[in-house]
């Protein structure tokens, strides 16, 4: 996002594309954010996921029939992964799973207690979605499913747990 590192060299074309800035002035990093306590240490203990190495690139994305191959119909994978999240999650307030697509999401929901889990994809209604975003902020269940619907720009400060089901080509996300 920047043309010029700290020390006024050029960053590489291959590292950027129509930078937004001219310099980067300071950089700060995980790791600095975490020991300062603004960022949580992430930790990262499923034992077996999903096999992602025949994903398929075009156009800067994963194609779709990659995507399905790799995480739709993984049966017990799929509810194992969840019951390893639901096992390290008994004592946190707010869990949220990324799922790949709208039938993995279903997928993961067979597998949480239906009493204190909801989803939301894109084809959720919008006044649908609003009821459900309010009452997952206000607590009133503990696991929200979602395909690429609640990513950068949600703020839930109770979720404490992230659970990330899903391959992706965004360092942001």
């Known amino acids: 996002i920047y043309a010029t ?7 590489p074309e291959t590292k950027t594309k129509n930078p937004y800035f ?7 990093t995980a790791s600095e954010l975490i020991e300062q306590g603004y960022l949580t240490q992430p930790i990262a203990d ?12 075009k156009s800067g994305k994963f194609t779709q029939k990659t995507i399905e191959q790799a995480f739709e119909g993984q049966g017990r994978k799929t509810s194992g992964i969840v019951a390893q999240v ?10 949220m799973f990324f799922a790949s697509t709208i039938q993995h999401a279903n997928e993961i929901m067979e597998s ?8 939301i994809t894109g084809a959720t209604k919008k006044k649908d979605r ?3 975003i309010s009452q997952y902020k206000s607590q009133q269940f503990k696991y929200l499913v979602n395909v690429s619907v609640l990513t950068t ?21």
């Not at 499923?46 to 690139?57: Q, R, V």
């Open 22 to 28: 001219f310099k980067l002035l300071h950089r700060v």
């Open 112 to 119: 949480l207690p239906p009493e204190n889990s909801r989803i």
């Open 153 to 173: 720009g949600f703020d839930a400060p109770h979720v404490d747990v992230i659970a990330i089901l899903r391959a992706t080509e965004s360092a942001g996300l």
């Open 46 to 57: 499923i034992k077996n996921g999903y096999d992602t190495s025949n994903l398929e690139m």
């Open 130 to 132: 609003e009821l459900i």
């Open 86 to 95: 639901v096992e390290a999650s008994i004592y946190r307030k707010g869990v």
């Open 5 to 11: 590192n700290e020390d006024n060299t050029p960053v």
